[in-house]
């Protein structure tokens, strides 16, 4: 099972986010997620974890539990929707100096 952690310290590594499910059962992969232009954590990661029932009893211990001062959540994570972003100005002409701009008309 997929887990979704979120609101995670910005010092907490990959080892630590192991660690802190290692007790509930076998972790196949921990992964914070980092920003690709500063190199810091974005506060939310994923683990992994090969027995559900182990899963979901980390889910519903560690949810709301308190980790380096923050309040965490912790909930099974959702399949990516490739569609979840909404469309940008200029994929659908509506942006910036198009047919309708404002600009066109002059006085």
């Known amino acids: 099972m997929n887990i979704y952690v979120s609101n995670l310290s910005f010092n907490i590594q990959d080892e ?3 660690q802190l499910f290692t007790p ?3 972790v196949s992969s921990a992964k914070v997620i980092m920003d690709k232009v500063t190199n810091r954590s ?3 990661g994923f683990i ?3 027995d559900e029932a182990a899963s979901k009893k980390a889910i ?3 949810d709301g539990s308190s980790i380096d001062n923050r309040t965490i ?3 099974e994570a959702r399949a990516k929707d490739n569609n979840s972003r909404p469309p940008r100005a200029f ?3 509506g942006g910036f100096n198009n047919a309708n701009s404002y600009n066109q008309n002059r006085y």
Do not use: H, P
């Open 16 to 18: 630590e986010l192991k």
């Open 91 to 93: 994929d659908d002409g």
């Open 60 to 62: 519903a211990e560690l």
């Open 42 to 44: 974005r506060g939310f």
């Open 24 to 26: 509930f059962g076998e």
């Open 73 to 75: 959540k912790v909930n």
């Open 48 to 50: 992994e974890m090969s």
